[in-house]
């Protein structure tokens, strides 16, 4: 079962060579405006938001302010 609430990180690349991180909307909604900026691709999935980059270092500063923001991060 997938946690969404918080920012859930994966250190693995999946089958496309993506990082893959999943949230909840509200999540995303804190977070909208950096995810725009850093150019992330985002998937809306009912309630939970996927966004997933091939750049590690762009997935690491959404990471990295998510935390500033004193929001949950799960990695795996």
């Not at 809306?44 to 500063?61: C, E, F, L, M």
Request: charged share 30%.
């Amino acid at each position: 079962m997938v946690r969404v609430r918080g920012l859930n990180v994966g250190r693995r690349r999946d089958p496309g060579g993506n990082y893959v991180v999943t949230m909840d909307l509200e999540t995303y909604e804190l977070l909208k405006q950096l995810i725009n900026r850093l150019g992330l691709s985002v998937e809306t999935v009912g309630n939970v938001v996927i966004v997933r980059d091939k750049s590690w270092s762009r997935i690491r500063r959404l990471v990295n302010s998510a935390r500033e923001l004193g929001i949950s991060v799960y990695e795996d």
